[in-house]
Nanobody, 124 residues
């Protein structure tokens, strides 16, 4: 069974930092792309950062310059380093993997590998 296992939930004050991790278990390949999505209550899953198998990364404009996505292929793990956090970053963060990941989705799309979700809370 293929699973994406997340770690790193936390609560910080504005300006603080957190690092999330997501490890793919049960397989050596989950597709060409891995990404982090954030979901605020009642809102869509919005892609925050994406890393492709060739190392190319891209970010949602609101986190550009503050968040960094990286990939340890030996450990089959991706990371999201979150710096300069603001209350607007408060959300449940999900990692996802597939050959192509959309920018935004109403739900956790079937056929895509999803992590269990990690709560990040930033207080002002």
């Amino acid at each position: 069974e293929v699973r994406l296992v997340e770690a790193g939930r936390g609560s910080v004050q504005a300006g603080g930092s957190l690092r999330l991790s997501c490890t793919a278990a049960g397989t050596t390949s989950v597709g060409q792309e891995m990404a982090w999505y954030g979901q605020r209550p009642g809102n869509r899953f919005e892609r925050v950062a994406r890393i492709r198998d060739n190392g190319i990364v891209d970010y949602r404009s609101s986190v550009e310059g503050r968040f960094t996505i990286s990939h340890d292929k030996d450990e089959n793990t991706i990371y999201l380093q979150m710096n300069g956090l603001t209350p607007e970053d408060t959300a449940v963060y999900y990692c996802a993997a597939d050959d192509w990941l959309v920018v935004s989705t109403e739900c956790r799309s079937p056929g895509v590998y999803w992590g269990q979700g990690t709560q990040v809370t930033v207080s002002s």
